[in-house]
């Protein structure tokens, strides 16, 4: 089997345009969730301008198909961890006197 050569440029850039365009995907279905248009618009413009370039880059080498996956896990999962960075308990239990 014969794997083709991959420029690591190329891959890193594949990587962050498809972890840019998640991001920017959670945003724009934010705003929309939101009923903001012109928000919803403007991340969906940038949306579409970011993936333009992933998939150029990738339909010439099916190889970097494994780094816009892996770019679109970590954009997706650090927008969420930005937009709802989770629940913040209390050092102590309700009621209990401070101590």
Same mark, same amino acid.
């Not at 998640?22 to 945003?27: E, G, L, Q, T, W």
């Not at 940038?46 to 010439?60: D, G, K, P, Q, R």
């Given at each position: 089997?014969? +794997?083709?050569?991959?420029?690591? /440029?190329?891959? /890193? ?24 248009? /012109?928000?919803?618009? *403007?991340? *969906?413009?940038?949306?579409? +301008? ?12 099916? =190889? ?5 996956? =892996? ?6 999962? =650090?927008?969420? *961890?930005? +937009? ?16």
């Amino acid at each position: 089997m014969h +794997l083709p050569e991959i420029d690591p /440029l190329i891959a /890193l850039a594949v990587m962050g345009a498809t972890a840019c365009t998640d991001a920017v995907y959670v945003m724009f279905t934010n705003a929309v969730v939101r009923r903001r248009r /012109l928000p919803a618009a *403007s991340w *969906s413009s940038v949306w579409y +301008l970011l993936s333009s370039f992933a998939v150029i880059s990738y339909t010439n080498h099916w =190889a970097y198909v494994v780094f816009a996956a =892996a770019g679109s896990f970590i954009g997706a999962y =650090a927008s969420i *961890s930005f +937009l709802h960075p989770g629940p913040i308990y209390p050092t102590q239990p309700p009621g209990s006197a401070p101590g």
